[in-house]
């Protein structure tokens, strides 16, 4: 295949909207083609396929989600066609409908951000109902039994036998900590409220927890860092929580950042921490009526601070179904809100909770929380470290991803909006006087370059010799952005075109990264894992029938 | 000596328990250990009432080629204008998936035997939300359980021991360490393994729901359902003191008068409780596999149950395209019965437009159902002779084993088959 004389932007090898050719050979780039299909992409822009590093899509909480919202999926039916399945978008949409969606808008990555090792097997069967992308899921460590076990013994070494094999066992990706240890306590009803609150029980402080998987991360070589939803979320004022969490990490480096110190600092043992959805923990203010945009500190620290990066969780003025690990703080938005409310606590590892929610531009908070989002992407100078994400599907639904492309590359997209919001909110966040604009660049960089880099996913995100042929092609207009980015005019997923003129024309069945890190299960461990789970330890395990199609991502 | 088998997964009841041992001998189960005589009778007897390919002609079951059934049954749900699918919740979740994809390939409608149990469950859970938690975390912290319509000790035998009664969890060891109680309009086994039992007038159980709630919002109350005040007012203390509590339910609850509400006034209960101290709620689920049913179902057309495509995309509407009511009305034309048997439990109207229109029965064994049958097309048992993914009354998603072959394809198979000769033609 040959995409030709396209305007090529692929910020990990330095293009920069250059007019070339792309040849494509079964599923990957390549130096030269002989024939094929070729496709004129004159006049169109060409990127990598997008990678979205932090989504909800799959598993008993999604799941859970879906099951709690019929008065939502009325609203946005999809018929089956010649091609494609049928079933419902909105807020949470089913598995197929998420596949396709996240095709049509050049995105061919999509990483499952919060899976309970007890549900991975749960989580595996709707990834492999998932078409057109490639997946991966990140398991939930941050308030695991064996986890703050070791972590309270001061044990590293068992810390990391435990974490290697619980990422094998659930053929996880990534480590992820939700309000490290707060979601134990939750099992009591209770939280903690700071890094220094005690674990009950285990004696251990989420900052421990936090440090030590942080360490044990690396050791062990894993291709992203430790995946943080910080304790706090939420709640005004927690901007504290965030800049110590993140402070918590590692040594300062590096001078100030450009692209390429960046990524060296990233290919070094150092350790690592990614702060995801930002925007929830950036609250300055001390309640409800005062709370404020802590955005410039947080990007003061993250400027500082070289080893952190984050994603955005950016608010969408629309209907969300908000949806996380972390139990209190669902708990805290239902006795907010009153909406109706799940909880699900898994034993031994985690708990979960959902609250359908509504942000308005004309509440003063959700005015706040929408400014903070765009604040930090614009105030945080290196773009290699800033992901955009709507922290699908609580922030809102990921498929809003091009009105966020919109407001980064736009002054004007933002004052349009700025205009509608409430107006006590403007003077509590500086985005009003932001100038910056995303270039075309910067905006490939937060949605598909950066995001491949810091997952460690070297086949993806770019567009040079050997990376896989994940391709999307846009009309970009100037003066519609958000149209540009909704629907692709071509997108190719190893090297098939599945999206021509913003529909899809073929289904592809993508596949699902794993890591394979050391670590066994020791016999102490055996023991107390017969003792308190109620599945036998033989059934626990995902067995190698749930991955039809991986690809082993391997250590640094 | 046979093989032997550990920590199998048992395909009976919805407590999943995933320690039994099997052992099997010239292609037959023999022996088990840990299971409960439920299950120790359906693996020993896996080979006996087996049903045979058989297709009706002139009237009668006529014994024919796996083949010609599965070709005649695609020729049904063919020529059908609106067929229903109906059941599931005896298979493993790949046949519900490919049951869901012919429900939409064909536009029918799509139920599973939920919306005669917990299906009123779920309608509240959609109204209000729930606070549920796995099993595991009833076994090490609920220092209180309640039984509330439902009787375990006869319908999920070994839950009392494996999770909720008499298990050493981490922070509750063993029975003197939790408070037992049933609630039930009769005694049964079960509460002869409580510490309290709570006698409530049949049909009375939201009003005795909702003056629990009133208690613990901190109104008195007097006598309600039969129950004397001074009970309500202790175990609402009780309810109110505990570290975790936890309520499991069953079909004295969802399917007594009030149905979805009971629900939701339980539901609602445990909620308030949590801003006391920590309480949970789950359902106590019957067959195997009916939580994974849902658990497809939601995530391929966002609906758990009584979900219809004619519109070419997902519908639901409990009353309207629940199976029973859709019978009642006459409105199928044809049926597909998976692992399930309708027309043992059915009101009678229903059962009897199951026997009126072409019906196609997906059995490992001889059911009511495969007696009216216009086709019947034996499979193997999953969890005994298939593998494939079962998912715990909590939704804990579990392995199924095979043990034995089976002389038959699996409900997986059978599906792909029907689905290949509808599409292909
Ligand atoms: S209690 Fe249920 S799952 Fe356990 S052995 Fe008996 S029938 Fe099987
Ligand atoms: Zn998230």
């Known amino acids: 295949m040959l995409i030709k004389n396209g305007l090529v932007y692929d910020p990990l090898n330095g293009i920069e909207g250059e ?50 919202r019929p008065e939502d999926h009325r609203k946005d039916p999809v018929p089956k066609t010649e091609i494609t399945r049928s079933g419902v978008g909105y807020t949470v949409p089913t598995t197929y409908i998420t596949g396709y969606r996240y095709a049509l808008m050049g995105y061919t990555t999509v990483m499952e951000a919060a899976v309970p090792p007890l549900g991975a097997r749960h989580a595996h069967e709707e990834l492999n109902d998932i078409p057109m992308v490639d997946k991966g899921a990140f398991i939930l460590m941050g308030s695991n039994h064996f986890v703050m076990k070791y972590v309270a013994e001061g044990d590293l070494e068992k810390l990391k036998n435990f974490v290697g094999w619980l990422l094998k066992a659930t053929k996880g990706y990534a480590i992820k900590l939700v309000n490290p240890g707060g979601v134990e306590n939750w099992k009591w009803g209770r ?87 930002i925007q929830f923990n950036s609250y300055g203010g001390e309640d409800w009526a005062t709370i404020s945009s802590a955005a410039e500190e947080v990007a003061k620290t993250l400027n ?100 966020v492309i919109a407001w980064l590359m736009s002054k004007k997209a933002r004052e349009e909006t700025l205009g509608k919001i409430h107006k006590s909110a403007l003077s509590r966040s500086t985005l009003p006087s932001i100038e910056r604009e995303y270039s075309l660049y910067e905006m490939a960089i937060v949605t598909r370059a950066g995001p491949a880099k810091l997952l460690g996913l070297k086949n993806k995100g770019h567009l040079g010799v050997g990376a896989d042929a994940d391709i999307a092609i846009y009309e970009f207009k100037e003066n519609d952005i958000e149209g540009s980015f909704s629907r692709a005019k071509y997108v190719i997923k190893d090297g098939e075109v ?54 082993v991502v391997p250590c640094r | 000596m046979g093989e032997v088998y550990k920590n199998v997964v048992c395909p009976f009841c919805g407590c999943l328990c995933d320690d039994l041992e099997v052992v099997v001998e010239n292609g037959k189960v023999v022996s088990t250990k840990n299971a409960c005589p439920i299950s120790k009778t359906k693996f020993l007897d896996h080979s006996k009432d087996r049903a045979k390919p058989q297709v009706r002609k002139d009237g009668k079951l006529i014994e024919v080629s796996m083949e010609e059934a599965i070709n005649k049954a695609a020729q049904i749900l063919k ?37 005669t149990c917990h299906g009123p469950t779920i309608v509240a859970a959609q109204g209000c939300g729930a606070v549920k938690c796995t099993l595991g975390e009833v076994k090490n912290r609920a220092d209180l359980v309640i039984f509330w319509g439902c009787n375990p000790a006869e319908a999920h ?109 339980a539901l609602r209960l445990v909620r308030d409780l949590n801003d006391h101290t920590k ?49 009642f009305r006459g409105e199928c034309d044809a049926a597909l019965i998976l692992a399930s048997d309708p027309v043992a439990h059915f009101p009678i109207g229903a059962s009897q437009h199951l026997a009126k229109i072409p019906t196609v029965v997906i059995d490992p064994k001889v059911s009511l159902t495969s007696l009216i049958a216009e086709v019947v097309i034996p499979c193997a048992i999953a969890g005994i002779e298939s593998e494939g993914t079962a998912y715990r009354m909590d939704g804990v998603p579990l392995r199924l084993r095979k043990v034995v072959d089976s002389p038959y394809p699996t409900d997986r198979e059978i599906l792909e088959g029907i689905l290949r000769r509808m599409k292909g033609c």
């Open chain 1, 191 to 277: 939280n903690v409220n700071s890094l220094d609150d005690k674990v009950e029980n285990y004696g251990v402080t989420p900052r421990e927890i936090v440090r030590s998987l942080a360490k044990v991360n690396e050791e062990l070589g894993l291709p992203h860092s430790i995946h943080v939803h910080c304790n706090n979320l939420g709640s005004p004022g927690n901007s504290s929580t965030l800049i110590e969490t993140v402070g918590s990490i590692g040594a300062e480096m590096g001078g100030p950042g450009s692209g390429e110190s960046t990524n060296e600092t990233l290919k070094g043992t150092a350790e690592r921490i990614h702060i995801t959805h």
């Open chain 2, 79 to 115: 020529e059908s204008e609106f067929p229903l699918i109906y059941g599931l919740s005896s298979t493993e979740s790949d046949a519900q998936r490919l049951a869901v994809e012919l429900a939409e390939f064909i536009g029918g409608s799509i139920d599973s035997t939920a919306s």
């Open chain 1, 19 to 68: 007019k070339m050719d792309i040849f494509v050979k079964d599923g990957k780039i390549v130096e030269s083609g002989d024939g094929g299909e070729t496709i004129d992409a004159s006049g169109f822009v060409v990127l990598p396929g997008g990678v979205d590093i932090h989504s909800h899509v799959v598993g008993s909480k999604v799941n859970l989600g879906r099951l709690m």
């Open chain 1, 498 to 551: 599945v999206v021509k003129d913003g529909r899809i024309v073929k289904e592809h069945w993508g596949r699902t990264f794993l890591v394979n890190p050391k670590g066994e299960l020791m016999d102490e461990m055996k023991e107390e894992f017969s003792k308190y789970y109620t599945v036998s330890l033989d059934n626990y395990p995902v067995q190698p029938e749930y991955l039809p199609r991986c690809e």
């Open chain 2, 157 to 265: 035998i070994r839950h009392s021991v494996r999770y909720s009664v008499t298990p050493q969890g981490m922070y509750v060891r063993g029975k003197k360490e939790r408070f037992i109680v049933h609630v039930d309009v009769r005694e049964t086994r079960t509460s002869r393994m409580a510490d309290m039992f709570v006698k409530v007038e049949p049909g009375k159980d939201y009003e005795l729901l909702s003056a629990l709630r009133a208690v613990i919002k901190g109104y008195e109350v007097g006598d309600v359902a039969g129950v004397p005040a001074e009970m309500i007012k202790q175990l609402a203390e009780r309810m109110k003191g505990c570290r975790f509590g936890i309520i499991f339910f069953g079909m004295g609850l969802t399917m007594s008068s009030g149905k979805h509400m009971n629900i939701d006034a």
């Open chain 1, 304 to 403: 500082k601070k070289k080893n952190a990066t984050c994603d955005l969780g950016q608010v969408i003025f629309d209907d969300a179904t908000t949806m996380t690990a972390d139990g209190p703080w669902q708990h805290k938005l239902y006795k907010l809100t009153g909406n109706k409310w799940y909880n699900s606590d898994v034993e031994m590892e985690v708990g979960a909770g959902i609250v359908p929610y509504t942000f308005k531009p004309k509440s003063l908070v959700n005015a706040v929380q929408w400014m903070i989002g765009l604040e930090v992407a614009l105030l945080v100078e290196d773009p290699w470290r800033v992901v955009l994400t709507t922290d699908h599907p609580n922030g809102g639904p990921f498929y809003h991803y091009p009105k």
């Open chain 2, 279 to 327: 309480f949970t709620i789950t359902p106590m689920r019957g067959h195997f596999n009916v939580a994974g049913a849902g658990e497809v179902l939601t995530w391929i057309t966002g609906y758990p149950f009584a979900v219809n495509f004619s519109r070419g995309y997902p519908n639901y509407n409990p009353g309207e395209f629940s199976a029973v009511d859709l019978l």
